[in-house]
């Protein structure tokens, strides 16, 4: 029998802090795991999109690739969390592992096929629907009460960093070295080791009485029925309060942005930029560092602009950055235009490599400043007893904001192109700015001085996926009870 060192039995007060609870040897394997396959996960995002890209040539392809990364994860997550509650969750995690490790070594062999890439990517992202709940319920269970913020520290930092290290850097790195292939072997590597130290992770004492049969499916039923439950009231909440709905909106205007790009970076790349696939990292990388600038900067700005305000900018500038990027295609014609009718090389003035990268820059410092300012403001203005149902709403929202453009972009830039694409989406983008402005009745706010409130962004893995949804079932249950406040 283990003892639940989150428990009150705890004799003495445990030293608080990172350093601390990563001396715990069972945790810091857990987080080694976590870090391994986040990493990895990003990584394999990375080069799929480049394997299905050059075997393809079609945005819809690479559409039909990210919805394998993100629906298993949605469908699934009620049932998941059903069967991770009755089992042992050392053995969720390290047989998860396992067959990640074994699906992902196993595309090596089918990378040029892209239907089955596509069911190995669906038996990923299903097996993670077990393995993100199993992590979070593992965690109590191996660090101490006082120590469970800086662990869960440790974890929202991993998970954010892991996009930008996996996707944006070590994907682009292992394709330039050793290809797709490599890339996918490497990771293979990474969840085969992550399986060893979960393995060795100490076992969870079992639900007495075992499970009955029909017991899971009882269960699940009753999951999917709170969850719409849950979900109908939110939407109640959410339509009597205006402030709260607008919060939403920004939200699921930024992430259905995060979709758009991932489906059409890689064709921007080559078609526009001229570069090939693998190397459309000069647009996810420069988003990225503008994300962490962003983060850095945004609260000295905001001790100068109201929140409101600084949102509806943010929206504005970042439709109008979104454009540029869109039209800097032409840059090039009129640079050749100019050469030819004078004695002037622009070419080594103007780069429009230099160009993108600039603005890709500012676009992640706008995005960043909408999304953290967003959130934040929903934090401050959600009672307590309506934030697990609200909140639900808005991952629910995220996740469609994500699919729908996953689903449409890609098809209608095979028809129309790349370029008209992202105008569409940049209008679109700056019009949610532009109706708030006009439309909205900003009360007035004192300078907010303390720092920003963290948010995830949200990234197209399956862990974060699961993780996400997830986070949403957790908040359904302590929130479980409590009365709607009309």
């Known amino acids: 029998m283990t003892t639940d060192p989150a428990g009150p039995e705890d004799r003495s007060e445990p030293t608080r802090g990172a350093l601390a609870v990563l001396r715990n040897r069972s945790f810091l394997l857990l987080w080694l795991s976590q870090a391994a396959t986040q990493i990895g996960g990003n990584m394999v995002l990375y080069g799929l999109t480049v394997i299905v890209l050059e075997t393809t040539a079609s945005n819809a392809a690479v559409s039909g690739l990210i919805l394998t990364f993100l629906v298993p994860a949605v469908l699934l997550s009620a049932l998941a969390g059903v069967y991770v509650d009755r089992f042992d969750a050392r053995s969720v995690l390290w047989v998860t592992n396992l067959l990640r490790g074994i699906a992902i070594a196993a595309m090596v062999l089918v990378h040029d096929?892209?239907?089955l890439i596509y069911v190995l990517n669906i038996l990923v992202s299903t097996v993670t629907t077990f393995f993100s709940p199993a992590e979070a319920a593992m965690i109590p269970r191996i660090v101490p009460r006082a120590q469970l913020v800086a662990a869960n520290g440790i974890f929202t930092i991993t998970l954010n960093a892991a996009f930008a290290l996996g996707f944006a850097l070590l994907g682009s790195l292992a394709v330039s070295l050793a290809g797709p292939t490599g890339l996918l072997l490497i990771v293979a590597v990474l969840y085969l080791v992550a399986s060893g130290f979960c393995f060795t992770l100490p076992?969870?004492?079992?639900?007495p009485g075992g499970m009955r049969p029909g017991q899971v499916v009882t269960d699940a039923e009753r999951a999917v029925s709170s969850t719409f439950g849950q979900l109908r009231e939110g939407l109640s909440y959410i339509r009597a309060n205006p402030s709260i709905?607008?919060?939403i909106v920004y939200l699921g205007a930024t992430a259905s942005l995060v979709g758009v790009l991932g489906v059409l970076g890689p064709g921007f790349a080559t078609r526009i930029l001229g570069l090939e696939a693998k190397d459309f990292i000069v647009i996810v990388l420069p988003l990225g560092l503008g994300v962490v600038v962003g983060i850095l900067v945004l609260n000295y700005v905001r001790a100068l602009v109201a929140r409101q305000r600084l949102i509806e900018l943010g929206l504005v500038v970042l439709g109008g950055l979104i454009a540029a990027l869109a039209v800097v295609g032409q840059l090039t014609r009129i640079i050749a235009r100019v050469a030819a009718s004078t004695a002037v090389s622009l070419s080594s003035i103007v780069s429009v490599l230099s160009i993108v990268i600039v603005v890709a820059l500012l676009a992640g410092m706008a995005y960043a400043a909408v999304a953290i300012s967003a959130q934040t403001q929903l934090q401050e203005e959600l009672p307590e007893?309506?934030?697990?149902?609200v909140y639900g709403v808005l991952f629910s929202l995220i996740s469609v904001a994500s699919f729908v453009p996953v689903i449409v972009v890609g098809p209608i830039a095979d028809l129309v192109g790349t370029t008209t694409v992202l105008l569409g989406v940049a209008a679109s983008v700056a019009a949610v700015g532009l109706a708030s402005i006009v439309t909205r009745r900003r009360p007035r706010e004192a300078p907010h001085l303390g720092p920003p409130a963290p948010v995830e962004p949200f990234v197209l893995t399956p862990d974060s996926a699961a993780r996400h949804s997830d986070r949403n079932?957790?908040?359904?249950?302590?929130?479980?009870g409590s009365?709607?406040?009309d």
């Open 113 to 115: 096929q892209l239907g």
């Open 203 to 207: 076992r969870s004492a079992l639900r």
């Open 245 to 247: 709905a607008w919060s």
């Open 385 to 389: 007893d309506v934030r697990g149902r």
């Open 473 to 480: 079932a957790t908040e359904r249950r302590s929130g479980r």
């Open 483 to 485: 009365q709607l406040d």
